[in-house]
């Protein structure tokens, strides 16, 4: 296993893609700014976090065939019938790349992440 890749910010973790993945995570990137205006920016663990007053709304990870959503209410009742298509861990859902992003629930769950942060520490 290599050494992850250290990245100075969030435009430099988008650049290392292709541009088909790139505009997937700009879009997620942006509904995090519409939902959240306040969010700050970073990188926490190798990936892309979004927080609001330190607490943690979302983060992400793309990978060569999906893109991981992490800390996220998988086993809620209310997301876990929506989750049920996608690859699954603990606090985790993968949305393939091969796959129409369902874009909807996306935004459900950045939204119901907004209204309930949690502290990554």
Do not use: C
């Not at 541009?19 to 879009?27: A, F, I, M, N, S």
């Not at 997620?28 to 976090?49: F, G, N, Q, W």
């Not at 800390?71 to 690859?87: G, N, Q, R, S, T």
């Not at 993968?94 to 990554?120: C, G, H, S």
């Amino acid at each position: 296993m290599g050494v992850p890749q250290k990245y100075a910010d969030i435009d430099d973790y988008i650049k290392n893609f292709s541009p088909e993945v790139q505009d997937v995570l700009e879009r997620i990137r942006k509904l995090v700014h519409k939902i959240a205006p306040d969010v700050e920016e970073s990188i926490t663990y190798h990936m892309p976090t979004f927080k609001v007053a330190g607490k943690g709304i979302i983060y992400f990870a793309a990978w060569s065939k999906h893109v991981a959503f992490y800390a996220l209410p998988v086993d809620l009742p209310e997301f876990k019938e929506e989750f049920a298509p996608y690859i699954q861990s603990k606090g985790t859902v993968q949305f393939k790349f091969d796959a129409p992003m369902p874009w909807d629930l996306i935004e459900k769950v950045i939204k119901y992440r907004a209204k309930n942060p949690i502290d990554y520490q």
